[in-house]
């Protein structure tokens, strides 16, 4: 989402550059929506990707569908979602057009809709990965509710959702026990929270409690941030930002870092601004 128009308005040159660099310090999958840019990130990336040589099969590619948005290259009066059988084959045929590939190793749904129809996704995914062009399927942003009514015509393998030590409700209102008995494999969008983002009373505690922390593991506070994460049981796989090669480097870390429990308490503590339960 960072890498186009929204952001960081990469060239090809650089985007292939990025991969590279991901690719060497062990991050391998890249995640899209057909919405990104305007709907002109996939394309670009398609390029950078082209001018990278590599090859499909080293690298993983996400996208999503189902947001219309409200832009110049689209003919929509106001942002809505789409979740037609037709609609929903047309967006990863586009995707795979831009991004410049013959399959995509997963496809979510965006954002549910309250007039999605679980047969007619279910007929779309199912003629899509039968002729090759997703290899596995999933969701985003739906509850334990909304998932259940996909689930009942077709397999769930991912459910992307927001998830950070700031935001912290997927643990509490069932969504993360859900996938888990469900063998649903969670994906977390913004994994640094706020913490960076807002100057609030609670984020400079915060900021207090990870300078410390940072002496102790000695890595950057959004490694801990990220290591506090993967920590979770449900195996949640954070979703970075970043395009600086540093940062890239550094976050890596926190597949490698064993956070101690009561660090781990202590960072959901200062986040609720209150004991535990």
Same mark, same amino acid.
């Given at each position: 989402?960072?890498?186009?128009?929204?952001?960081?308005?990469?060239?090809?040159?650089?985007?292939?550059?990025?991969?590279?660099?991901?690719?060497?310090?062990?991050?391998?999958?890249?995640?899209?929506?057909?919405?990104?840019?305007?709907?002109?990130?996939?394309?670009?990336?398609?390029?950078?990707? @082209?001018?990278?040589?590599?090859?499909?099969?080293?690298?993983?590619?996400?996208?999503?569908?189902?947001?219309?948005?409200?832009?110049?290259?689209?003919?929509?009066?106001?942002?809505?979602?789409?979740?037609?059988?037709?609609?929903?084959?047309?967006?990863?045929?586009?995707?795979?057009?831009?991004?410049?590939?013959?399959?995509?190793?997963?496809?979510?749904?965006?954002?549910?809709?309250?007039?999605?129809?679980?047969?007619?996704?279910?007929?779309?995914?199912?003629?899509?990965?039968?002729?090759? @062009?997703?290899?596995?399927?999933?969701?985003?942003?739906?509850?334990?509710?909304?998932?259940?009514?996909?689930?009942?015509?077709?397999?769930?393998?991912?459910?992307?959702?927001?998830?950070?030590?700031?935001?912290?409700?997927?643990?509490?209102?069932?969504?993360?026990?859900?996938?888990?008995?469900?063998?649903?494999?969670?994906?977390?969008?913004?994994?640094?929270?706020?913490?960076?983002?807002?100057?609030?009373?609670?984020?400079?505690?915060?900021?207090?409690?990870?300078?410390?922390?940072?002496?102790?593991?000695?890595?950057?506070?959004?490694?801990?941030?990220?290591?506090?994460?993967?920590?979770?049981?449900?195996?949640?796989?954070?979703?970075?930002?970043?395009?600086?090669?540093?940062?890239?480097?550094?976050?890596?870390?926190?597949?490698?870092?064993?956070?101690?429990?009561?660090?781990?308490?202590?960072?959901?503590?200062?986040?609720?601004?209150?004991?535990?339960?």
């Amino acid at each position: 989402m960072n890498w186009g128009a929204w952001d960081k308005k990469l060239s090809a040159d650089e985007m292939a550059h990025t991969i590279h660099m991901c690719l060497e310090n062990g991050i391998t999958t890249f995640d899209h929506a057909d919405i990104y840019g305007g709907y002109t990130t996939e394309a670009e990336f398609g390029e950078g990707f @082209k001018k990278s040589r590599l090859s499909r099969e080293k690298i993983q590619l996400i996208s999503k569908c189902g947001i219309e948005h409200v832009t110049g290259n689209r003919n929509n009066k106001i942002k809505h979602y789409n979740y037609s059988k037709e609609y929903i084959i047309w967006s990863v045929e586009n995707s795979l057009k831009n991004l410049q590939t013959e399959y995509l190793d997963v496809l979510l749904l965006h954002r549910p809709s309250p007039l999605m129809v679980a047969d007619e996704i279910a007929e779309a995914i199912t003629k899509l990965q039968s002729e090759g @062009k997703i290899v596995d399927f999933g969701l985003s942003n739906f509850t334990a509710s909304q998932t259940d009514l996909i689930r009942q015509k077709i397999d769930v393998s991912y459910n992307q959702i927001q998830f950070s030590a700031t935001h912290f409700t997927p643990m509490l209102d069932g969504s993360l026990d859900h996938m888990q008995v469900n063998g649903i494999r969670p994906m977390a969008w913004n994994p640094l929270g706020t913490v960076f983002r807002e100057d609030s009373e609670k984020t400079r505690w915060m900021k207090q409690l990870l300078a410390s922390l940072v002496q102790k593991y000695e890595v950057g506070a959004d490694v801990l941030l990220l290591a506090w994460i993967l920590k979770h049981p449900a195996k949640i796989l954070p979703i970075a930002g970043t395009v600086n090669v540093g940062r890239i480097q550094q976050l890596m870390k926190a597949t490698q870092l064993e956070m101690e429990l009561e660090d781990w308490f202590a960072i959901w503590t200062e986040s609720m601004g209150d004991k535990v339960p």
